[in-house]
């Protein structure tokens, strides 16, 4: 059974950095593209950044050279380097199967971008 758990949101002041992790047991990231999903309040979810299984990255407009998206395949790990946080980025953010099948959705993890 595929269980995704994230972590690392928090409160932030505008400008400041958070590291979001995204554990995957019951499916490889050998085997799978991952991408990092957010979900500001009111709005729908959407997908911010992916890793290909074969390592490549792609980022949504607004937070290409602010976002980096990483993993750890032997932790079974995504992360979510978020630096120059600016309040628009306040969201739900969660982790999934970026094509194909959805796993099952975490209970993500909140960021709040604020003075």
């Known amino acids: 059974q595929v269980q995704l758990v994230e972590s690392g949101g928090g409160l932030v002041q505008p400008g400041g950095s958070l590291r979001l992790s995204c554990v995957a047991s019951g499916i490889s990231l050998r085997t799978y593209a991952f991408a990092w999903h957010r979900q500001a309040p009111g709005g729908q979810r959407t997908w911010v950044a992916i890793?290909?299984?074969?390592?490549?990255?792609e980022y949504i407009e607004s937070v290409k050279g602010r976002f980096t998206i990483s993993r750890d395949i032997d932790l079974n790990t995504v992360y979510l380097q978020m630096n120059m946080l600016e309040p628009k980025d306040t969201a739900l953010y969660s982790c999934n199967i970026a094509v194909g099948p959805l796993a099952p959705w975490g209970q993500g993890t909140q960021v709040t971008v604020s003075s």
């Open positions: 890793v290909y299984e074969g390592g490549e990255t």
